[in-house]
Antibody
């Protein structure tokens, strides 16, 4: 069974940092492209970042470019999101998502999400 | 303001059919595959439709997708109470170099 489990959420201060992790199981992680998506309270889904299966290609939404960094550890089936210069508007539930149909950029598996709250 | 435009809400009676629209532009829907997601509040999204019209394994064939030009639609037939959820369209945007989601549509089964 495909499983994605996020961790690392919690409270952070404006200007501070947090690192989210997503551990994958039930599939060959190194073969899949991965993404981070977030959802602010009462709002819709917002795509944040993409990383290729090898980790050598990344893309970011303008809202997080230069502040967030996506990375992966294929040896240990881990996906990361390093979040720096946090802002109040980064408060959201953060999901990791697998691209199961990469040619169509479709996210076929999602984690349960981890809550990030940015407040002073 | 989302790049893809969806109606905020739709409603229909049980056993009826409802459609949810998603409007974009030539840089997104007009040139890339559209995917649809269902999200029950408090849960993770679930992929319903990929590549405009295809159903992932395990998704009911009461769900169907279509696309024409720069617009796409999700249709749900034989509405059931557990179809009540938020529905999102999504695709790649060539200008933004990223994935864009619609604002979401809340479906109420009357």
């Amino acid at each position: 069974e495909v499983q994605l489990v996020e961790s690392g959420g919690g409270s952070g201060q404006p200007g501070g940092s947090l690192r989210l992790a997503c551990v994958a199981s039930g599939f060959t992680f190194r073969k899949y492209e991965m993404n981070w998506v977030r959802q602010a309270p009462g709002k819709g889904l917002e795509w944040l970042s993409y990383i290729s299966s090898s980790g050598d290609t990344t893309y970011y939404a303008d809202s997080v470019k230069g502040r967030f960094t996506i990375s992966r550890d294929n040896a240990n089936n881990l996906l990361y999101l390093q979040m720096n210069s946090l802002r109040a508007e980064d408060t959201a539930v953060y999901f990791c998502a697998r691209e199961g149909f990469s040619a169509y950029i479709a996210f076929d598996s999602w984690g349960q999400g981890t809550q990030v709250t940015v407040s002073s | 303001q989302s790049v893809l435009t969806q109606p905020p809400s739709v409603s229909e009676a049980p056993r009826q059919r409802v459609t949810i629209s998603c409007s974009g532009s030539s840089s997104n829907i007009g040139n890339n595959a559209v995917n649809w997601y269902q999200q029950v509040p408090g849960k993770a999204p679930k992929l319903l439709i990929y590549y405009d019209t295809l159903l992932p394994s395990g998704v009911s064939d009461r769900f169907s997708g279509s696309k024409s030009g720069t617009s796409a639609s999700l249709a749900i037939s034989g509405l059931q109470s557990d179809d009540e959820a938020d529905y999102y369209c999504a695709t790649w945007d060539d200008s933004l170099n990223g994935v864009v989601f619609g604002g979401g549509t809340k479906l109420t089964v009357l």
